[in-house]
């Protein structure tokens, strides 16, 4: 395992970027992690004010994809968008088993019968070499997505990683406002309220007043596909840890 990261006081840098910009959340995070930092992003609903962010602070470094297999078309086209008008490397990971030949191993009910699995298989273990190597990972959870999130520090620890969340304190109207004032397009799919996207068979839209997040594994007890369970606040592992 890659060593731990630095002599970080999470809980005195939390307290500090509380306060800062996500501009500079995130350049603290490059500044500290350099190419160690891990960027995923689902080219969901809300994905393109950090990715925005990242293609001003972080453009030389990679930005991962998951292509479960079950994404939308419409996901896709989005990614293919905002890859060329923002300039970013996006790396493409996928899982061993393609669509079909996990459909025909574990049936075409998978994801109603055992969505663990289904994630584990399809976006966990894809990650893993990626998430293994890196000392940090930035992900654009924000606190105001679901009750599951609403405690989301900017920094928090996850065995070796420290996890990272610019966009922790931004609110939905926030999200809109930035990407309009960048004139960043929004998924094809938010205008049909699909306002947290993942997997096309566990995501639906939402109604008025429901979580953002609400249309995710609907009428399951299943909130996180398991890339951002959240982890306990506590100290950093150390070297060799
Ligand atoms: S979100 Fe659904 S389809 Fe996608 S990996 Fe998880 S269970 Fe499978």
Redesign the pocket.
């Known amino acids: 395992m890659t060593a731990a990261p630095l002599d970080l006081d999470l809980e005195s840098e939390n307290a500090r970027l509380e306060s800062a910009t996500p501009e500079q959340r995130l350049a603290f995070a490059a500044k500290t992690f350099g190419k160690d930092l891990l960027f995923t992003s689902s080219f969901g609903a809300r994905s393109g004010v950090l990715l925005h962010l990242w293609s001003v602070v972080c453009r030389e470094l990679p930005v991962t994809f998951i292509d479960?297999g079950?994404l939308f078309d419409e996901t896709l086209l989005y990614r293919s968008e905002l890859t060329a008008r923002l300039g970013l490397d996006v790396r493409v990971v996928r899982p061993d088993l393609t669509r079909e030949a996990f459909v025909a191993s574990f049936g075409d009910d998978i994801?109603k019968r055992d969505?663990d699995l289904?994630?584990s298989v399809?976006?966990v273990a894809p990650i893993a070499p990626l998430r293994e190597k890196a000392r940090a990972w930035v992900s654009g959870l924000r606190r105001d997505q679901s009750r599951t999130r609403a405690d989301v520090a900017i920094l928090e620890t996850e065995g070796h990683l420290v996890r990272v969340h610019p966009l922790a304190t931004l609110t939905a109207a926030d999200v809109a406002a930035y990407l309009a004032r960048h004139g960043i397009p929004e998924h094809p799919l938010v205008a049909r309220r699909y306002l947290s996207i993942?997997?096309a068979?566990?995501t639906r839209a939402v109604a008025d007043g429901e979580d953002e997040r609400a249309g995710r594994w609907a009428g399951s007890a299943k909130t996180e596909?398991g890339l951002h369970a959240r982890p306990t606040p506590g100290p950093l592992s150390r070297a060799g840890g």
């Open positions: 479960t079950f994801q969505p289904c994630c399809n976006k993942g997997c068979p566990c596909c």
